[in-house]
C-alpha cells in the first residue's frame, strides 16, 4: 500500500480449484464427481450467501468507480473502461484508470463469481459479466495477435512483455494475462461460455509462442500466479479433449504445460542483473528500462530478484522469501506442475519451503508477509504482534496449503488453511460484506476497514478463495473419503471405483465441538473415512512447536453411540467398515478456551499469550487507556459464553481473576465492526504469578 511508490507494490494473488471430490491424487483440477456440495449451517452458509451478493456486486461496483461521486468522477475511476478504451482503438491516450495490474484484479474477481454462481446462481450477476466479457474480447481483437494488457496498450505502447525498455515487474504483463486464462477457466466451468475461454487460449498460446527454451525468450512472470493458471488450462483440455473443438482457435494443452513448468525451473537463470538490494528499487528498474542494457540481454533477461523469487533457481531456495504473495503464489504454481509431474525435486522444494513459513515465519493467525517493506517475508522467528501481513498474502498461503493436502493428503495441511480461513481471511472482511483489509497486522491501534483502495487486490483474493469453500469440506483418494471442515452440510461423492456416497454433516462448529456425520454409500461395501483431527484439538498447536497450548483434553470418537479408539493416520482418525443407512459418526473436538505462547526464539512474543477456541483466534478490543493497565497471569481462568447478538453471534471469552472479569476477548476476525474501540491486542502481556 504505502509502498505503492511504484516497483516496490504489489499485491495479490490466486487461485486453485474447485473441489477435489473424486479427482485423481495427480490431477486435482479435473471436473469433480461430486454433486455440489451444499452448505447447511449458521457460521458459513449466511456469510456466503452475503459474499456472493452484496461482496461481487461491491467489488464490480467499485472497480466501476461507483463509490465516487457524480457522472465524471465515477468515469475517472472505472477501470472496466480501460478494456473499451483498448477496444475502440484509442491507444497511446494515456488514460489508465488504476494501477498496471487492474486487468489482473478484474479478471480474479470474475473467476470468484464464477465459483459462487455454481453454487450461487444468479441470472443478473451473470449478465454482468457477460458485459465485462464482451469488452475484454472486443479489446483482445484488436491485437491481431491476442496481445491484451490495457496499461501497456494504453501508457506504455511498444513495451509488450516488458519488451524494448518496458519494466515487467511494473507492467504486470504476463501476470495479467495468467489471470485472463484462469478467469476463462472458472467461467467455463461454471456457465459453459467459452467467450472468455477463448481469449484465454489465446493470450496463452501467445505467450507458449514467444516464451520458453532458447530461441524462444527466457521470460518468467515478475508477479507469480500464472503458473497454476496455466495448469489449469492444460487439465481443462487434457480432461475433456472434445472442448477443444467447440473453440475457433487452436489449442495445444501439452504447451501450456510446458510453459508453467519451464516459468518455474527458469527462476533465478538469468543476466543478474540488476542489483536489486544493492541498488535499490528506483535504479534497478532504470537499469531495466535503459536500451542499451536491454541490448545486452538477448539471451538473457534481468533478474526480479528475491523479492519475485528469483535471485537463485527455484530447487536451490532453502527458505521462503520477497513478496509474501508472490511467493505464495509460486508455490502453489509449483505444488500444481508436482501434480502433474510427480517430480521428486519439487516435492522436496515444496516439502522445504512449507516447513519455513509453516514454522519459522507465520503468525498465529495463519497470516504471513511481516514486513511492510516490498510487501514480504521477514527472517525466521521475526513475528511481531504489529507485523503487515496482507490479506492476499493469507489467501495465497491458503492456496499453498490446499495444494500440498492435494499432494500428500495428511491433515496438517487442512489444519493450517482452517487457521486462515477462520482468522487471517476472514478479518479481511467487515461483518456487512462490503468494507476490507490490507494489512491484519495482530495487536492494532486505529486500525480500520476501508470501503476501497487505491491498491484493491484484497477483495478480489479473498472472492477467490471463498467461492471454494464448499470444495474444501471434503475429499476422495481412490476409495477412501475425507471429512477435512468441520460445516454443517451435504453432498454426493463418486469414489475412484464409482460408487457414491451421500455424506451429511450437522455441527454448530467453530462455537460448538460436536460433529455428526452420516455416511450413506449407494452400494454397500467397505469405505475407509477419515475425519480430520485437528492438531491444536490434540495439543499440537503447530508442527513444528512454533506455538505451543495448554490443552490436553480427550477427543471422542463414536460409532452409533458407542465409543470407539481412534486409530490416527496423517493426522485423521480412520474408520473402515460396511456403512448402512442409519450409521452414525459423532466426534467431539475440545472447543474450549486455550492458551497460546510461542516458541523462545520469537523475541517479539516473550511474556506474551495469545486465546484461542477451537480453530477461532482471540483478541480483546479496548481503548488505549485499558491496555496501557491490563496484566495477565500466565494461567488465568476464562469462561465462554455464546452470545447471539453480537458480532453476528459468537463465543465471547471472559478472562478472570476470581469473580473479577479483567478483560473480554472476542473472535479477532470480528475486530472493527463496532467502532467506540480504537484497538486490540491478539497478544496480550501476561506475567508469572510470584
Ligand atoms: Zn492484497
Not at 495441511?413 to 497486522?441: C, F, W
Request: hydrophobic share 35%; proline share 5%.
Amino acid at each position: 500500500m504505502k509502498t505503492l511508490k511504484k516497483p516496490g507494490i504489489l499485491c495479490f494473488l490466486l487461485l486453485c480449484c474447485c473441489s477435489v471430490i473424486g479427482q485423481q491424487h495427480s490431477n486435482s483440477f479435473s471436473d469433480a464427481k461430486i454433486g455440489a456440495v451444499v452448505i447447511q449451517d449458521q457460521f458459513w452458509q449466511p456469510r456466503l450467501k452475503q459474499w456472493s451478493t452484496v461482496t461481487i456486486n461491491d467489488v464490480f461496483d467499485k472497480f466501476e468507480g461507483k463509490h465516487k461521486q457524480g457522472a465524471e468522477e465515477q468515469a475517472k475511476n472505472n477501470a472496466l473502461n480501460n478494456f473499451k478504451l483498448v477496444a475502440d482503438g484509442k491507444l497511446v491516450s494515456g488514460r489508465h484508470v488504476g494501477f498496471p495490474w487492474f486487468d489482473g484484479l478484474v479478471y480474479e474477481t470474475i473467476r470468484g463469481a464464477s465459483d459462487y454462481l455454481k453454487n450461487y446462481p444468479d441470472e443478473q450477476l451473470e449478465k454482468r459479466i457477460d458485459v465485462y466479457i464482451d469488452n475484454i474480447y472486443a479489446a483482445q481483437v484488436t491485437d491481431a495477435s491476442g496481445y491484451l494488457n490495457t496499461y501497456t496498450q494504453l501508457v506504455e505502447p511498444g513495451h509488450e512483455w516488458g519488451n524494448n525498455g518496458g519494466f515487467l515487474r511494473w507492467q504486470h504483463d504476463v501476470y495479467n494475462a495468467g489471470m485472463l486464462v484462469e478467469a476463462g477457466v472458472h467461467y467455463y466451468r461454471a456457465t459453459g461460455k467459452t467467450k472468455l475461454l477463448e481469449a484465454a487460449v489465446k493470450i496463452a498460446n501467445l505467450m507458449c509462442t514467444g516464451m520458453g527454451p532458447s530461441p524462444k525468450k527466457n521470460m518468467v512472470p515478475a508477479h507469480s500466479g500464472p503458473e497454476e493458471a496455466m495448469m489449469k488450462l492444460y487439465w481443462l483440455f487434457k480432461n475433456n479433449a472434445a472442448l477443444k473443438n467447440k473453440l475457433p482457435v487452436v489449442v495445444q494443452p501439452n504447451n501450456y504445460y510446458e510453459l508453467a513448468k519451464f516459468w518455474i525451473e527458469n527462476r533465478g537463470h538469468h543476466s543478474g542483473y540488476p542489483l536489486w538490494a544493492k541498488w535499490g528499487n528506483d535504479a534497478s528498474e532504470k537499469w531495466i528500462r535503459d536500451p542499451q542494457n536491454q541490448s545486452q540481454l538477448i539471451n538473457s533477461r534481468p533478474t526480479w530478484g528475491s523479492y519475485a523469487q528469483d535471485s537463485v533457481p527455484v530447487f536451490e531456495q532453502q527458505t521462503i522469501e520477497g513478496h509474501a504473495v508472490r511467493a505464495t503464489l509460486l508455490a502453489t504454481g509449483m505444488a500444481a506442475v508436482a501434480q502433474e509431474n510427480h517430480s521428486p525435486k519439487y516435492m522436496q522444494t515444496l516439502h522445504r519451503l512449507w516447513g519455513n513459513m509453516v514454522g519459522k515465519r507465520m503468525f498465529i493467525t495463519g497470516g504471513v508477509g511481516a514486513i511492510h517493506y516490498d510487501e514480504k517475508f521477514g527472517a525466521d522467528y521475526f513475528l511481531p504482534p504489529d507485523a503487515y501481513l496482507e490479506t492476499c498474502a493469507a489467501v495465497g498461503s491458503g492456496f499453498f496449503h490446499k495444494k500440498m493436502f492435494e499432494l500428500t493428503h495428511d491433515g496438517k495441511y487442512m489444519d493450517e488453511l482452517e487457521r486462515i480461513l477462520y482468522n487471517s481471511l476472514l478479518t479481511g472482511i467487515s461483518l456487512s460484506g462490503n468494507k476490507y483489509t490490507y494489512q491484519n497486522p495482530l495487536n492494532a491501534h486505529n486500525h480500520k476497514r476501508w470501503d476501497w483502495h487505491e491498491c484493491p487486490c484484497c477483495p478480489p483474493m479473498f472472492l477467490k478463495i471463498t467461492s471454494e469453500i464448499p470444495g474444501y469440506i471434503y475429499a476422495t483418494d481412490k476409495d477412501k473419503l475425507y471429512v477435512n471442515l468441520f460445516i454443517g452440510s451435504s453432498a454426493n461423492i463418486q469414489l475412484g471405483d464409482g460408487n457414491i456416497v451421500a455424506i451429511k454433516q450437522q455441527t454448530n462448529y467453530p462455537w460448538d465441538g460436536k460433529i455428526v456425520l452420516n455416511i450413506e454409500p449407494e452400494r454397500k461395501q467397505e469405505i475407509p473415512v477419515y475425519i480430520r483431527i485437528p492438531g491444536w484439538a490434540g495439543g499440537i498447536e503447530n508442527p513444528y512447536q512454533l506455538y505451543t497450548s495448554d490443552l490436553h483434553k480427550p477427543i471422542s470418537l463414536l460409532i452409533n453411540g458407542k465409543q470407539v479408539k481412534i486409530n490416527k493416520v496423517n493426522g485423521y482418525a480412520v474408520i473402515s467398515r460396511k456403512w448402512k443407512k442409519g450409521d452414525k459418526i459423532t466426534m467431539e473436538l475440545p472447543v474450549q478456551p486455550r492458551i497460546i505462547k510461542a516458541h523462545a526464539a520469537v523475541k517479539d512474543l516473550q511474556h506474551k499469550l495469545a486465546i484461542a477456541a477451537g480453530p477461532v483466534v482471540y483478541c480483546v478490543e479496548e481503548n488505549d487507556a485499558f491496555f496501557k493497565q491490563l496484566q495477565l497471569t500466565v494461567k488465568p481462568a476464562m469462561v465462554q459464553q455464546y452470545n447471539k447478538n453480537i458480532l453476528g453471534g459468537v463465543n465471547t471469552i471472559a478472562v478472570k481473576n476470581g469473580n473479577k472479569t479483567l478483560c473480554t476477548a472476542i473472535p479477532y476476525y470480528a475486530v472493527g465492526n463496532t467502532g467506540d474501540k480504537n484497538a486490540y491486542n491478539v497478544w496480550l502481556p501476561a506475567v508469572e504469578k510470584d
